[in-house]
């Protein structure tokens, strides 16, 4: 099976930087994506890893490592509309394998 | 950017009806996919194809069925809805190449009395 740990909850002040760490045991490996998520609505897809290293676009990042299986979300100069759910998901199995295993989501406030 | 519709968006229904839910996408995506979420909890996939005529289980049990007769369609059923799913059923859907990249239609919320 796929295990994906991430914390449940961070809270922050505008303008400051979060970061969020996700570890996974997942048979296989074929990437690691991150998913904003506002209350009530669908995921929206934010960041993809699949080699080691970090991967910057704009004020978020995500960072993996293989070796490790651990992966990070930098959330820099952080906004009010920041405040949301965020997913950490795994494309585990076989190359043709192309369902994700997500977890629990991380819940940011960002607060004034 | 997928476009992915799912309707309807809220479903109120009596235990015992029969409900299906419409998922369609406009871009030529081979695969879809349908979670269930329940507030605050993580996405559990339910079911999922990879392309016309080929349907799975996904790793959470569900009592629904799904059919893939068209690429864009991939609507969901249920033959008798309980209370218990009641839930939020999320559709998506993913390119025929490169890294799997997932994206999610609007949901719907079901609730079932």
């Known amino acids: 099976g796929q295990n994906i740990d991430q914390p449940t909850e961070m809270t922050a002040t505008e303008g400051a930087i979060v970061q969020i760490n996700c570890t996974y045991q997942?048979?296989?490996?074929?990437?690691l994506f991150w998913y904003q998520q506002h209350a009530g609505e669908a995921p929206t897809f934010l960041s993809y890893?699949?080699?080691?290293g970090l991967e910057e676009k704009g004020r978020f990042s995500s960072f993996l490592s293989r070796s490790k299986g651990y992966s990070y979300l930098l959330l820099k100069e952080l906004q009010m509309k920041d405040s949301a759910s965020y997913l950490c998901?795994?494309?585990?199995?076989?190359?043709?394998?192309?369902?994700?295993?997500f977890g629990a989501g991380t819940t940011v406030t960002v607060r004034a | 950017e997928a476009d992915i519709y799912q309707t309807p968006r809220y479903l109120v229904i009596g235990t015992g009806k029969k409900i299906t839910l419409e998922c369609s996408q406009t871009?030529?995506?081979?695969?879809m996919y349908w979670y269930q979420q329940d507030p605050g909890m993580e996405l559990h996939l339910i079911h999922y194809s990879y392309g016309v005529n080929s349907t799975e289980k996904g790793d959470l049990s569900s009592e629904s069925t799904v059919s893939r007769i068209r690429t864009e369609h991939f609507p969901l059923t249920l033959e008798s809805a309980r209370p218990s799913h009641t839930s939020q059923y999320l559709c998506?859907?993913?390119?025929?190449?490169?890294?799997?990249?997932?994206?999610f239609g609007p949901g719907t919320r079901l609730l079932v009395l």
């Open positions: 998506a859907s993913s390119p025929r190449t490169g890294r799997g990249t997932q994206y």
């Open positions: 997942t048979s296989g490996f074929n990437g």
């Open positions: 998901a795994v494309r585990g199995g076989a190359a043709n394998d192309y369902k994700l295993s």
């Open positions: 871009m030529g995506h081979d695969k």
């Open positions: 890893n699949v080699l080691d």
